[in-house]
Nanobody, 123 residues
């Protein structure tokens, strides 16, 4: 079982920035599998925000392209998400996990690795 700690969330006004961090405590080595950041809203919405693969290539949801940057430090077993020009629709709990299909499952069956970090953006 993999445990991670997501941190760096907070409350900001539209246009603000946050940097999220995900650190694995045990059971997983970064860099060997794709790592993703997800946003889960207060309803059932679940978005794959960005992911990074072992060769460093990245993917971004169209809504965050040009604003968010995903990166990882394999030596520190840490994943990052730099979020700039935040907008109210970015509000939600952000999770990191090595799973690219988790949004396809019902909310109660999404096996997040950590508690997530809350991001709230006000207009």
């Amino acid at each position: 079982e993999t445990d991670v700690v997501e941190s760096g969330g907070g409350s900001v006004q539209a246009g603000g920035s946050l940097r999220l961090t995900c650190t694995a405590s045990s059971g997983f080595t970064f860099g060997e599998s794709p790592m993703a950041w997800y946003r889960q809203g207060s309803d059932d919405d679940c978005d794959l925000v960005a992911f990074i693969v072992s060769d460093g290539n990245t993917y971004y949801d169209d809504l965050v392209k040009g604003r968010f940057t995903i990166s990882q430090n394999n030596a520190k077993n840490t994943l990052y998400l730099q979020m700039n020009n935040l907008q109210p629709h970015d509000t939600g709990v952000y999770y990191c996990v090595a799973d690219l299909t988790i949004c396809s499952r019902p909310r109660t069956e999404r096996a997040w690795w950590g508690q997530g970090t809350q991001v709230t953006v006000s207009s």
